[in-house]
């Protein structure tokens, strides 16, 4: 669901569009320049305009930094042994969400995958996506 845009003056947007030159991000220098107005806008009272300056920024630092700096999701067995750490889990703690201690422990040694049936267990168990497990 998207919210509904405010009404506004075209004048005022297009006088805020004039000074701040929203381009696409081609290097890390220009990035910079995008970042300053967005914490300039973030750390204040926006009206309509500002708002819409603002997402469009933001939108284009977001597509830059997706493409520069996009992050390999890891492996399921890493995944899950990184959130278990993240939230100071054991072993023990998720031998219910598996099904018995020799399960989890062949699955955390990488002796057994994990099954689409406990994947989506984990997720639960986890509150974050299933593609994570599989």
Do not use: C, W
């Not at 297009?14 to 806008?41: C, F, H, S, W, Y």
């Not at 997706?66 to 278990?84: D, G, H, R, S, T």
């Amino acid at each position: 669901m998207t919210a509904v845009p405010k009404k506004i003056n075209r004048q005022k947007y297009g006088q805020l569009l004039q000074e701040t030159l929203p381009r696409v991000i081609r290097n890390d220098k220009e990035l910079e320049a995008m970042l300053e107005i967005v914490n300039r806008l973030i750390s204040k009272k926006r009206g309509p305009e500002e708002d819409e300056l603002f997402l469009l920024v933001s939108s284009l630092v977001e597509t830059y930094e997706n493409e520069q700096y996009a992050i390999e999701p890891l492996p399921p067995l890493e995944f899950l042994k990184q959130i278990m750490a993240d939230r100071k889990l054991k072993q023990k703690d998720i031998v219910p969400v598996l099904g018995s201690q020799g399960i989890t422990s062949e699955v955390l040694n990488g002796k057994r995958e994990i099954s689409k049936t406990q994947a989506r267990r984990l997720a639960d168990f986890f509150n974050v996506s299933v593609e994570h497990f599989i």
